[in-house]
Nanobody, 127 residues
Framework: QVQLVESGGGLVQAGGSLRLSCAASGRTFSSLLGWFRQAPWKEREFVATISWSADFTNYKDSVKGRFTISRDNAKNTVYLQMNRLKPEDTAVYYC?????????????????????WGQGTQVTVSS
């Protein structure tokens, strides 16, 4: 079992920054730790993911250059630094963990590839 707890969400003006954190407990080895988001009346979508060794990262096109994912394995924590936020980034952000198994560029972006999920943290960007 893996427990994931997100924090760091909040209300920010457009152009501002937020840093999300996701602390993992239980079985902490995860081949991938990712972030997804879900806006009102929309499906959950991939945002970013990172491998255990951090040698593989993958980003949604619309966040490339603005968001940075990182992880600290000693703290069992993954981060999402979000800069130059836009109103369309408003959503509930979820942390997800894939425990093991092979993946590629495309499968790492699928919500079905992840085994555990956090409860989410709200990010609201005002215009």
């Amino acid at each position: 079992q893996v427990q994931l707890v997100e924090s760091g969400g909040g209300l920010v003006q457009a152009g501002g920054s937020l840093r999300l954190s996701c602390a993992a407990s239980g079985r902490t080895f995860s081949s991938l730790l990712g972030w997804f988001r879900q806006a009102p009346w929309k499906e959950r979508e991939f945002v970013a993911t990172i491998s255990w060794s951090a040698d593989f990262t993958n980003y949604k096109d619309s966040v490339k250059g603005r968001f940075t994912i990182s992880r600290d394995n000693a703290k069992n924590t993954v981060y999402l630094q979000m800069n130059r936020l836009k109103p369309e980034d408003t959503a509930v952000y979820y942390c997800a963990a894939r425990l093991s198994g092979a993946y590629d560029y495309w499968t790492a972006r699928l919500s079905g590839a992840y085994d555990y999920w956090g409860q989410g943290t709200q990010v609201t960007v005002s215009s």
